[in-house]
């Protein structure tokens, strides 16, 4: 506790020191004429959808919005979304890991074109991404003729939500990682490696205590991406009701059919599972804020 | 906690059910607007098979714009059977990945159409624009409300109707097209399907008349009461067929061409045409057609092939990129 007091009293310092800078401070007027027009484009374009879905999702009472949620289709829809984060993050927590691990710590060619391809999927547009499965794995693709006559179904199926779910999901956790890791430098490593650690010692207690909180960040952004998923998804669906239909599929179809209340219903699902993200997000910030603090005291 | 990870990953990748046991279930890809209609259907047909056989079976459905239902098929969407509103949507798959014959059309009765419907007026309550007829709906003051002929069957039928009606009175092609021009000068927005044009026409209160299908019209009176709109219907239109088809290559694969082929054909039968009555959609087979006859207004109705040859002529002529529906909109 008294560090992080001794830690806000320079910050208060800090700030003193900042506010008396002509540079940064402004005329009361352009301060809040500033202030104003941010907080209308934030109520604008964030606060009034959001509480625009939940009043719309309980317009028709809670009856029809809990009817909606124990809909067997909307069962299925969100079940699907599960098996396809639960399938796509853990995958991707371990590539992101080891991605993050031999671009921060390691020198080797063709390193600059490993971190383009990491990025890849944020360059692409998500339809782009859906197609490319199709165009893979689609019977009229390249491997369409084997996967027929071998009985697999990849697109159109579950395989294809997750693969898809995978590509889209790809780079946050690696992204997360590479920055901090490349900042951390490699000293701690080798000096556990020095007095004989293993290699898994040393990615136990040196590696992963350093990283943690950076990787939690990286899987609950991920995890927010794996559920709210549309367009990719939306290509290799096939959109079979109560089968390769996920959550924000079943709420495009709902609202299609002008079933607007069970829309809403299934879309404040998903915008609480956004909620619960942000709070997440925000624990975790403020735990490695508090860490950093302490370890700086030390 | 690393070994955790990947045996959990194990089991649900095995756990995933990439085939669904042979036979016992089928998927229906459909249009956008037909749940309603199968929801019931699939029900009847499911009692009508247990009933039958003693198997209980599962009906899956796949709705979407047809257009886009018929590419995903043909990309290996394993539809036992496609269910559509055009036949041009299930002819690609014949002309794309040869799942099907050519002749499928003249595998089940009445051209593989047991349901069909026709595009029709709606109108404000009290018919204040006085509109009776195809003709009223180009005067000056009148605002029409069709979906996009591009984008949408419903807006293609409504476009090729209005054609037809200048045709069959004796007019030539310069006539219909100076007809269509006039008519479409009088649509205020395109919406990309027929549910939108609803939408504007029923929520958002814009135009004067609504053109969409006979089934659409009835739903709409259901849903928000007969007092607030009324049906015109006009004296001529076209016959927009509803056909349906067993995907061979599907079926012989998953087995499951008896389910597929007893299931399209209880599309014909009694049970199979009431229900389509009762969803407005116009039952196609005669035996059974007499007593709806209260429901369906007998009415002059054309196909697109009287008119236009072909399907895929009408398309090319009117619907393709520089075809007489860009010419006569973007002016």
Redesign the interface.
Known sequence: MSATNTHLSQYQKYNQRVSRNRATSEVAWVRYTLIAATLLFLSLFLFVPLATVFTEAFRKGAGTYFAALSDPDALSAIKLTLIAAVIAVPLNLVFGVAAAWAIAKFEFKGKSLLITLIDLPFAVSPVIAGLIYVLIFGMQGWFGEWLTDHDFKIIFAIPGIVLATIFVTFPFVARELIPLMQAQGKEEEEAALVLGASGWQMFWRVTLPNIKWGLLYGVILCNARAMGEFGAVSVVSGHIRGLTNTMPLHVEILYNEYNYAAAFAVASLLALLALLTLALKTYVEWQSAKDAIEIEQE | M?KY?IS??VA??GA?????SAETSI?NVSY?VS?EYYKDLNAAFITYWKEKTGETITV?????GSTKQAR?V?????ADVITMNRSPDIDILHE??KLIPKDWQGRLPNNSVPTASTPVFLVRKGNPKQIKDWDDLVKPNVSVVIPNPKTSGNGKYSYLAAWGYVVRKGGDEAKAKDFVTKLFKNVPVLDTGG?GATTTFVQRDIGDVLITFESEVFLIQKELGSDKFEIVYPSVSILAENPVALVDKVVD?RKSRALAQAYLEFHFSEKGQQIAAQHYLRPQVSATQDQFVRVFKPLELFRVESIFGSWSKAEKTHFSDGGVFDQIYTR
Request: glycine share 6%; charged share 20%; no cysteine.
């Open positions: 690393f990870l959990l990953t649900l990748l995933v059910p990439i085939t669904v998927l956008d749940r899956n459905q796949s709705h979407g995903s043909v990309d290996g969407l394993q794309k990945a549910r694969k």
